[in-house]
């Protein structure tokens, strides 16, 4: 499994990168995920359907995060925006 | 003849030349001036567009990665995405005349509207400011703005929906652009076939 966080001026940068079923690396992804929760980040798992829709699930714990998932994407939280500048 | 034209046709240069010459002082400075304040900023502010540029490639094929091959063509011809809006669903299934979507431009407000009638219902501004500031902006590049407005709606739409400003159309972006990209998402759909039902979820009252 992969956590990623999405950056500006960057892209996405890797947070942690491990395999789950090794208690080791469960522990640093879990710090991990908490490490950007407790920053504010949104934490989002893309998922697959049964139908093959492609949509995305928010996660409030790694407990929640499906085990088989490949993937954690970070991001900051949404905040009502837009500033006066007309498109 | 011809000297007294060359010599008035000389003395006129230099009279204009020196009428010019003050202003055109002055412009150039201003332009030196300007030049110089910008590159003082860009320096200030860490802005690198090559960086931004890689980074704006991370971004695409990471969204690449998260969206349907069709979503995906549809970001790369059109400059936006579609996402049909879901809250009906979850109070009983949507009714004839209710389905809604989303159109999805990077940094710039989510349009919700009706695709059956092209009626624009509101703006949604949202934004996901990295306070942060990495490298001096708060932005995320353009795909991963899409990206975070495409997984927020697809996993949470009331979350997302209740986090936003909501506008009527028209506040940030012109309701014409609007409707003529809703006009090229049918003719881009229409060229590659994909038919209108296929569109709507199974279940979908309209779909039967």
């Known amino acids: 499994m992969k956590l990623l966080r999405m950056k500006p001026g960057h892209g996405e940068i890797v947070l942690a990168e491990g395999d789950i079923e090794v208690p080791e690396q469960e522990r640093a992804l879990i710090e991990a995920?908490?490490?950007?929760?407790?920053?504010?980040?949104?934490?989002?798992?893309?998922?697959?359907?049964?139908?093959?829709?492609?949509?995305?699930?928010?996660?409030?714990?790694?407990?929640?995060?499906?085990?088989?998932?490949?993937r954690v994407i970070f991001f900051?939280?949404?905040?009502?925006?837009?500033?006066?500048?007309?498109? | 003849m011809a000297l007294a034209l060359g010599t008035?046709?000389?003395?006129?240069?230099?009279?204009?030349?020196?009428?010019?010459?003050?202003?055109?002082?002055?412009?150039?400075?201003?332009?030196?001036?300007?030049?110089?304040?910008?590159?003082?900023a860009a320096a200030a502010s860490g802005y690198d567009p090559g960086r931004e540029r890689r980074a704006e490639q991370r971004a695409r094929a990471l969204l690449r990665?998260?969206?349907?091959?069709?979503?995906?063509?549809?970001?790369?011809?059109?400059?936006?995405?579609?996402?049909?809006?879901?809250l009906g669903e979850e109070t009983g299934g949507a009714v004839e005349?209710?389905?809604?979507?989303?159109?999805?431009?990077?940094?710039?407000?989510?349009?919700?509207?009706?695709?059956?009638t092209g009626e624009?219902?509101?703006?949604?501004?949202?934004?996901?400011?990295?306070?942060?500031?990495?490298?001096g902006s708060a932005r995320l590049p353009h795909s991963d703005d899409v990206l975070a407005k495409w997984m927020a709606l697809t996993a949470d739409e009331r979350r997302l929906i209740g986090e936003a400003n909501m506008h009527l159309p028209g506040?940030?972006?012109?309701?014409?652009?609007?409707?003529r990209d809703i006009a090229r998402l049918a003719r881009?759909?229409?060229?590659?076939?994909?038919?209108?039902?296929?569109?709507?979820?199974?279940?979908n009252v309209r779909a039967a």
């Open chain 2, 65 to 86: 990665s998260c969206v349907a091959e069709h979503d995906w063509a549809m970001y790369t011809d059109l400059g936006f995405l579609r996402v049909r809006g879901r």
């Open chain 2, 171 to 179: 506040r940030q972006i012109d309701p014409e652009r609007v409707r």
């Open chain 2, 97 to 116: 005349g209710s389905e809604y979507a989303y159109l999805i431009y990077p940094h710039k407000p989510i349009v919700a509207y009706v695709p059956e």
């Open chain 2, 8 to 40: 008035g046709a000389v003395v006129l240069v230099v009279l204009v030349w020196e009428l010019v010459r003050p202003t055109l002082r002055r412009t150039l400075i201003g332009l030196q001036l300007r030049w110089h304040a910008r590159r003082t």
């Open chain 1, 33 to 70: 995920f908490r490490r950007e929760l407790d920053e504010g980040m949104w934490a989002a798992v893309p998922t697959e359907t049964q139908t093959g829709r492609r949509e995305a699930e928010l996660v409030k714990s790694f407990a929640e995060v499906p085990r088989d998932a490949e």
């Open chain 1, 76 to 87: 900051p939280r949404a905040a009502g925006g837009c500033g006066a500048e007309p498109a």
């Open chain 2, 120 to 135: 624009l219902l509101n703006e949604y501004c949202v934004a996901f400011p990295d306070l942060s500031r990495p490298y």
């Open chain 2, 188 to 203: 881009w759909e229409a060229q590659r076939g994909v038919r209108a039902a296929e569109l709507r979820p199974p279940g």
